[in-house]
């Protein structure tokens, strides 16, 4: 099975760049099959990293940013893979 886990967060106005460049530094304690980082308007980050694990494993996961770089909570999502097409 296939889990993927997604992280997403929204900076404070104008530090989207830093909030970008603070999660692409954090490592986890131990290696994805797949991580990929993207970015979007509002200055919003996601993250998913893929694993080969089942659903309700027990995964590393990116933390909370420092609080002077986000306006809210990350929110996290966790998926199964049911198909690849």
Do not use: C, K, N
């Not at 080969?52 to 990116?62: G, K, S």
């Amino acid at each position: 099975m296939t889990v993927a886990l997604m992280w997403e967060a929204r900076a404070v106005e104008g530090r989207g760049a830093d909030l970008l460049a603070w999660a692409r530094r954090q490592d986890l304690a131990s290696a994805p099959l797949r991580r990929e980082t993207f970015r979007a308007p509002q200055d919003r980050v996601l993250v998913i990293t893929w694993w080969a694990e089942p659903y309700d494993a027990e995964l590393p996961e990116l933390p909370e940013p420092p609080s002077e770089l986000v306006t809210r909570a990350v929110h996290r999502w966790r998926f199964e893979s049911v198909a690849i097409d």
